[in-house]
């Protein structure tokens, strides 16, 4: 008796979803969503990926339904059918180019800005004070660049448009301005 009312209770869902109940889509949503934002969360992801990625795998969800693109086959079907939609949707993300691009970006943001839990105060204000002496030594081309990426947090696909020229370029132009100024920072201690 409690597998067939389960699988009612399933039935009864895609019902609901097909009638566009609003109250039984608010509760089904809000219920499947922590575990499609922990699964984002622990690979890689941001509660802000687990939103967008989360809110498209359910309107796919709710256009198969609609379109009798899926029929439950066990009491929690259509709760596997939501997580494996968002799964992959995340799996596509993390596969793509833009994604890689966009974290090592940030990785590298953060290694540029960082400060390091084990220094002292003083020390960190030192280091900040060195970095920002050699960074007034570096050419302009070199400060605008770096300025714009790190402190306007500006991508470098939006810093290639804007200077019209080949994203690439703008990466090995960002790497040797990177070099330099680490090279008048090790200079200056010396």
């Known amino acids: 008796m409690g597998e067939a009312y389960k699988i009612n209770h399933q039935l009864q869902l895609i019902t609901a979803i097909k009638d566009n109940n609003s109250i039984a889509l608010k509760e089904f949503y809000t219920s499947n969503y922590p575990k499609v934002e922990a699964l984002i969360l622990k690979n890689s992801g941001s509660q802000e990926h687990a939103k967008d990625v989360y809110q498209e795998a359910f309107i796919s969800m709710?256009?198969?339904?609609?379109?009798?693109?899926?029929?439950?086959?066990?009491?929690?079907?259509?709760?596997?059918?939501?997580?494996?939609?968002?799964?992959?949707?995340?799996?596509?993300?993390?596969?793509?180019?833009?994604?890689?691009?966009?974290?090592?970006?940030?990785?590298?943001?953060?290694?540029?800005?960082?400060?390091?839990?084990?220094?002292?105060?003083?020390?960190?204000?030192?280091?900040?004070?060195i970095t920002m002496t050699a960074f007034k030594d570096l050419g302009q081309p070199c400060k605008d660049l770096l300025k714009t990426f790190y402190f306007e947090k500006k991508s470098l696909r939006e810093i290639a448009l804007h200077l019209n020229i080949e994203e690439t370029s703008?990466?090995?132009?960002?790497y040797r301005c990177m070099e330099k100024l680490r090279a008048i920072v090790l200079a200056s201690k010396s």
């Open 62 to 129: 709710w256009n198969n339904v609609r379109n009798e693109l899926f029929t439950p086959q066990n009491d929690s079907a259509l709760q596997g059918y939501l997580y494996q939609i968002a799964k992959n949707k995340w799996m596509d993300v993390l596969r793509s180019k833009r994604f890689k691009t966009t974290q090592s970006l940030t990785e590298e943001r953060t290694l540029f800005l960082k400060q390091d839990d084990t220094i002292e105060e003083d020390t960190y204000d030192e280091k900040l004070n």
């Open 170 to 174: 703008v990466r090995n132009k960002k």
